[in-house]
């Protein structure tokens, strides 16, 4: 300390004999007083050294306006630290609430004497009543006559029961939340909050800290309140019922304004894909023809694909039948996916003719417009459910001058259900001719549709009831179907029985459609009334049991051959059926299509299972 040193000066013996004892001294003393003087001018200058009542000690001992020597020099501000505050903790207090507050903002004493206050009130409160030494003073139980009862019930909802009774009536004791209330009481918040019509009890949300607290009901309350708000309990009931089937009712018309707005955006993502995909000129070289004439070739072969499966026309909606049933999503170049897929009456699986119709599409939108379709042959592997859409993957097998052939593949489910081999060729008009001549029938509007005659067959009186329903739901399917029905005969000539139909596409718009989407048509109408000639055939009898009776239908393969471009399926086409052979459980069928105008357009043949009732001898095997 400098205190602790020997500051007197070293007096030269010289000058020391010059001066007296009382000089010295004096000196000594005025050095001790302008020490002492320059010490409190320091004090007064700066902060004290001494520690403050927090028993702190001051940022800075010595001032830096100090003219002390021993006095620091000031620290520069560093300027890469920023802006900042510099707080002297010397002057911090505690308030004991876990923060630094400044010594002129202290805690209020009066106000946390108030708070205290408050915190007894309300430990007062919650303190259980005192018990009387006379039993006639202390409350009792409702049921039991207890004296030990819940003072939590009586203090909220003032209902004086014991933890015994409590858990021993739970149809009377129980809580109920506010959510049960509203739902099984039908009762509203307004009437749930006001504590007079119904107290409650509020408590911590079990799921979730940061919920809003629980209101708790008594039950016996709730229900007196709900009996007498709705009358009786029957009336709880019928409202309910009422609500629970309104409320049914605006989900499902949610659904629907839902499912067609789905729809909406559904037509307009369709639409967009076929403005973008609307073919554009792209045309060759100029040839010149000689005497200023020229002539350029189209190179692009999209043309004729386009226009004969795009429907530009916009009343062409649902009164189209057929272009519904047959119109295919693509998803990539060899990739297509069905939109609607139609199941007939007590069939196994989508309608087969469907299947083979949308497949042709498929595979038709990936061949050159300049080749035909002329034969296909195809197998149906599984039935196919008309809930789930059916994928059509396109394989390019060949590309010929004059042939190509194409393979297409139906997946639903991860499993292929349909395999289709077909082959486009080049028209060769200029090649003899040679056909079967047409049949000589009634024209076709003289022939009776399929549906009028299903409805008189149901007009019967002697048909079982479930017989005339299944007549009427045939008649309403052919009425409604894409493809009118009508029976033009049915002869016998040398033992060989021939069925014959006329058959119209109702699309409405057969200007619309090329030879390509004709022959899609004609695919999808091959189906009908076809493998059923073989059950004709057999003499087998529907709607009846015993062993003449047919139990199965089913396509296993069909094969189609086209001989002519010209024609329409809104016209009419005659399918002439024979069945050659029917045998083992299994039937193979030949048709032919003619025009109105006597054209063979196509030949057809197919086979199938054609079953009757009749079980197989039973196998004996050997359990092992």
């Known amino acids: 300390m400098m205190e602790g040193r020997n500051t007197s000066p070293t007096l030269s013996t010289a000058e020391n004999s010059l001066l007296t004892p009382e000089q010295v001294k004096r000196i000594e003393l005025n050095r001790l007083k302008a020490k002492a003087r320059q010490r409190q001018r320091e004090q007064e200058a700066g902060p004290s050294s001494t520690p403050n009542p927090n028993q702190k000690r001051p940022l800075e001992v010595i001032p830096a306006v100090s003219t002390s020597p021993t006095a620091p020099k000031p620290l520069k501000r560093d300027s890469r630290l920023g802006k900042y505050f510099d707080y002297d903790l010397s002057k911090m207090v505690n308030s004991k609430g876990g923060f630094l507050v400044e010594d002129g903002k202290e805690v209020d004493e009066d106000l946390r004497a108030k708070e205290r206050e408050r915190e007894r009130q309300r430990a007062k409160q919650n303190l259980e009543p005192p018990m ?163 002539r350029q070739a189209t190179r692009n072969s999209c043309f004729a694909a386009s226009q004969a499966f795009t429907m530009d026309d916009p009343n062409q909606a649902e009164s189209s039948k057929i272009s519904t049933s047959l119109e295919l999503e693509q998803i990539e170049v060899n990739l297509f996916r069905s939109k609607t897929l139609f199941k007939p009456t007590r069939a196994r699986g989508v309608f087969g003719g469907q299947v083979i119709s949308q497949a042709i599409v498929a595979a038709t939108n990936c061949v050159d417009p300049v080749f035909g379709l002329h034969s296909l042959h195809c197998y149906f592997l599984l039935s196919a459910s008309p809930a789930i859409p059916i994928i059509y993957f396109v394989e390019r097998l060949r590309e010929g001058r004059s042939y190509t052939t194409r393979s297409v593949k139906a997946v639903q489910n991860g499993k292929v259900i349909f395999q289709l081999m077909c082959s486009y060729h080049k028209p060769e008009p200029w090649q003899p001719t040679y056909q079967w001549p047409m049949p000589e029938v009634p024209p076709l509007e003289e022939c009776e549709l399929e549906e009028v005659l299903y409805k008189r067959w149901a007009a019967r009186e002697d048909l079982p009831a479930k017989v005339r329903d299944l007549l009427l739901s045939y008649a309403l399917e052919k009425e409604n179907g894409p493809i009118s029905v009508r029976r033009a005969g049915l002869t016998t000539e040398n033992g060989t029985q021939t069925s014959m139909h006329w058959m119209q596409a109702r699309t409405g718009q057969a200007s619309h459609y090329g030879a390509p989407y004709q022959k899609c048509i004609l695919a999808y109408l091959s189906d009908l009334n076809f493998i059923s000639a073989a059950s004709d055939v057999l003499k087998l009898k529907r709607y009846s049991d015993g062993p003449d009776a047919h139990a199965m239908t089913s396509t296993l393969d069909h094969s189609i051959w086209y001989y002519d471009d010209n024609f329409c399926c809104e016209d009419g086409l005659l399918y002439v059926v024979i069945c050659p052979r029917a045998t083992s459980g299994r039937a193979v069928v030949h048709g032919r299509l003619y025009s109105q105008s006597g054209n063979l357009v196509a030949v057809t043949c197919q086979e199938g299972v054609v079953r009757a009732n009749v079980r197989g001898p039973t196998e004996n095997k050997a359990k092992l």
């Open 132 to 294: 009387y030494l006379d039993p006639s003073l202390n409350p009792k139980c409702r049921e039991c006559q207890s004296i030990d009862i819940d003072y939590t019930y009586k203090k909220i909802f003032g209902s004086l029961v014991c933890n015994k009774c409590k858990d021993e009536y739970p149809e009377k004791y129980s809580l109920l939340t506010k959510t049960e209330c509203k739902e099984d009481y039908l009762l509203t918040d307004p009437e749930l909050r006001d504590r007079e019509l119904l107290p409650h009890l509020l408590k911590a949300n079990p799921h979730k800290s940061t919920f809003a607290n629980m209101m708790l009901f008594l039950r016996y309350q709730v229900e007196d309140f709900a009996w007498k708000k709705w009358g009786s309990p029957e009336a709880l009931d019928v409202e309910w019922e009422r609500r629970t089937e309104e409320k049914k009712n605006k989900k499902n018309k949610k659904f629907e304004e839902g499912l067609r707005d789905l729809r909406r955006r559904t037509r307009e993502g369709v639409w967009q894909r076929r403005k973008d995909q609307e073919h554009k000129h792209v045309f060759g070289v100029t040839e010149d023809l000689g005497d200023g004439m020229g």
